[in-house]
Nanobody, 129 residues
């Protein structure tokens, strides 16, 4: 059974840090890109950061560049999102999702939330001002 377990959310003051974890199981980790997405109340889900399984390149949306860092631990089948200098506008439910290498080979980007193959349950991140 494919599972993606996101954890690490919480309440933090502006300027603080959190590290989110996405633990994957039930599929070959190297065959999938892992992406982090977020959805704030009343807003569309948006891609935050993702790492390609094909070349290990990470991608991040402009609003988090320089503040959020994505990394992976293949031995633990886990991807981490280190979030620093958090802002109130980062408040959202954060989800991790997986995109197959087949779709990546077709040119699908790991930011394309419609194309993602598997989703985990979200973890709430709340940043107070």
């Amino acid at each position: 059974e494919v599972q993606l377990q996101a954890s690490g959310g919480g309440l933090v003051q502006a300027g603080g840090s959190l590290r989110l974890s996405c633990a994957a199981s039930g599929f070959t980790f190297d065959d999938y890109a892992i992406g982090w997405f977020r959805q704030a109340p009343g807003k569309e889900r948006e891609g935050v950061s993702c790492i390609s399984s094909r070349d290990g390149i990470t991608y991040s949306v402009d609003s988090v560049k320089g503040r959020f860092t994505l990394s992976s631990d293949k031995a633990k089948n886990t991807v981490y999102l280190q979030m620093n200098s958090l802002k109130p506008e980062d408040t959202a439910v954060y989800y991790c999702a997986a995109l197959s290498s087949t779709k990546q080979a077709m040119g699908v980007l790991c930011f394309d939330y419609i194309a993602m193959d598997y989703w985990g349950k979200g973890t709430q991140v709340t940043v107070s001002s």
